[in-house]
């Protein structure tokens, strides 16, 4: 079947500039995540939904980082004004309920120059 | 806080070379643990993972990881590597007391294996 789907996969912003990520979960995944990976990192935890709702957001680094899930399905991350620092792999993974394993999206490559 | 750590960054073996890679976590509590790998040019795929039971856990192209409670390990053995498993392997734990996975992974270990 269809496994988590991401786009862009490649991302080139200039600093300052918004971007919007976007994740398709597996269909009928009630939890969705989002993770930011660095190079030569492993991935660090962003962001946690529950169908809409956004219970953990602990993971975001600055407030220039926003996340949304408005119907319970795909779900946009979006950076405002980039900077350098931004630059990484955001992935995004989905499970079936809350403590199952998650399945990882290919990733969304960004990098602000 | 808890933290992952995966003390090989590099392993390079050759073909039929038995195979281990260390992680260590610490947290004090009920802990899931998972072993995922990424093949190159491919996304994150769950390996195996240990929720509860019997500590040595099977997971998939032969792989094996043994949860030792004590020295709050979590490594992860193959007996005979072949080419195909070159790959980036990642650790990870979920503290259970959250009420959800939050994982938290450890750097990464890069496999190279040559014919």
């Known amino acids: 079947g269809a496994g988590v789907s991401q786009s862009p996969r490649y991302k080139v912003a200039k600093r300052g500039q918004d971007v919007a990520l976007r994740c398709d979960p597996i269909s009928g995944h009630v939890s969705l995540f989002w993770y930011q990976q660095a190079l030569g990192q492993g991935p660090e935890f962003l962001t946690y939904f529950q169908n809409e709702a956004q219970l953990d957001k602990s993971g975001l680094p600055s407030d220039r980082f926003f996340a949304e899930r408005p119907e319970g399905s795909v779900s946009t991350l979006k950076i405002q004004r980039t900077q350098q620092e931004d630059s990484a792999v955001y992935l995004c993974?989905?499970?079936?309920?809350?403590?199952?394993?998650?399945?990882f999206g290919p990733g969304t490559r960004l990098t602000v120059l | 806080a808890q933290s992952v750590s995966q003390h090989n960054h590099h392993v390079i073996l050759s073909e039929a070379a038995s195979l281990e890679l260390g992680c260590n976590y610490s947290?004090?509590?009920?802990?899931?643990l998972f072993w995922y790998v990424q093949y190159p040019g491919q996304h994150l795929q769950l390996l195996l993972k240990y929720f509860s039971g019997d500590p040595l856990v099977k997971g998939i192209k032969g792989f094996e990881a043994e949860f030792i409670k004590s020295k709050f390990s979590f490594n992860l053995r193959k007996p005979s590597v072949q080419w195909s498993d070159t790959a980036e392997y990642f650790c990870a734990v979920n503290a259970r007391s959250g009420g959800y996975n939050k994982l938290i992974f450890g750097a990464g270990t890069r496999l190279a294996v040559h014919p």
């Open positions: 993974a989905s499970s079936p309920d809350r403590t199952d394993t998650q399945y």
């Open positions: 947290y004090g509590g009920t802990v899931n």
